[in-house]
């Protein structure tokens, strides 16, 4: 089968190991990019730079050309997956302008690469802080030491939830600029961390660990198991960090929510048997790609007995309780806030009506003032001083605006295929994007209370 696997599903572009090759493999994969599609996967290929430069800029011509057909709605892609297709710098400068371009752009999968950074750190958290990704996986490149450090001085990215730079040969060096970061306003977007299986060293870990617990409550999950290792002996001549290309652990990062408590390495996968024939002119021959694959553990294996990693799991599960203090205490109040903000004080008759002979006064809710009756509403949440003041107001903005009951209307209908991805209700579902639209997913204090 020469075509693109389509994997059930209308809105994903799938080539898979395919064994596309350069600038003609790109051209093959840009014919088949319709308006529909918002998911391109096309790992274990080699585009290569040259590839990957003309597949993002066809991409941006197709974004241009398909937003011009439909006024009213901006097309972009929401994943772009080019795991192990041999990209280097110039290949992901160039995908992380068009994730900056397409606000549509979601998730970033380059791993398994010949990436760097050195080839213009700024450049690239420039455009990742313009861009609205939400995920970027990095893993299984070697990063240089000094460009990692650059990258956690200088990031402030406020739609990065999940940044993963597992096995990237990350050294004790690194350490002070992650910590720095992790304490940062410019982390308190950021949800997921992956720094495990590098070189960070039991010092390096308990640093990390130490800014956690001292003034980050908002990652609720952190991988850094298998960073005891000792570096490589071999340096550069200058005496740094950099250490020589190890060979390759080529992995598939999966979502880390739907990953496995511990998972172990899978079994390889057979080259397809038509690996190397040419199709269309546009596939050169070549060895088979190599199909293993290395899915993203929750733990490892002996995690369980590290106490630096068991006092890790228990900041996590800190974190992760305040969180859920936050998106319960909005879910409660947003209806009496509404009912508060949108309701009048009934006439004598309307109440004459309304109220059983006999009954009491009814209490005039409505007729205390504007900032007493919010408090009312803030109270009703059952968990008022979960709220940053910040957080407070965007909710009555919200419950202020009649339109957004249309927009929850919305979420719920559109939360179908996440309903079914992650076996959940669509009403849950929609809850999750609602508190993540408002800002209301994070504990945003400086300190639980």
Known sequence: MNGPNQDNNPTILSFVGRNLVGVAAANRILQQVTLEKEHLKAPLNALGNAGTVALVRGLEAKRLLFSNDV?????????????????????LLNAIKYASDDHKMRMMYVQSNKITLGGGVDEFVEHLDRSHLNVLVLANNVLLSTAAIRLFETINAPHLHNLCLASCRLVPSCVPAIA????????????????????????????????????NFTLEKVLLYENNRDEPEEETEEGGDEVPVPQAIPFVAQ????????????????????????????????APRRRESYVLNTFSEHESFDPLLRR??????????????????????????????HGRTPTPSEAAKMRPV?????????????????????????????????????????AADRSTIADNAQLIAEAQWTAKLKTRSRTGCALDVWCTRLQCNKWELDHPV
């Open 71 to 91: 006024p009213t709605k901006q097309w972009g892609l929401v994943e772009i997956n080019v795991a192990d297709n041999d990209i280097g710098d110039e290949g």
């Open 180 to 215: 720095e970061f992790l304490l940062s306003p410019r982390a308190k977007n950021l949800r997921e961390l992956q720094l495990q299986e590098n070189y960070l060293g039991r010092d390096g870990m308990k640093t990390i660990i130490d800014a956690i617990d001292k003034g």
């Open 255 to 286: 979502p880390i929510q739907q990953a496995p408590a511990a998972a172990p390495q899978a079994p390889a996968v057979e080259a397809p048997a038509n690996a190397n024939e040419p199709t269309d002119g546009d596939v050169e021959p070549q």
């Open 312 to 341: 890790l799991q228990g900041l996590l599960y800190r974190n992760n309780n305040l969180a859920d203090r936050v998106r319960e205490a909005a879910a409660r109040s947003i209806v009496p806030a509404r009912i508060i903000i």
């Open 358 to 398: 006999g009954s009491p006064e009814p209490f005039p809710l409505l007729s205390l003032p504007p900032e007493v009756q919010l408090l009312v509403a803030r109270y009703a949440s059952l968990d008022a001083s979960a709220f940053s003041h910040a957080q407070w107001a965007r909710v009555v903005n919200h």
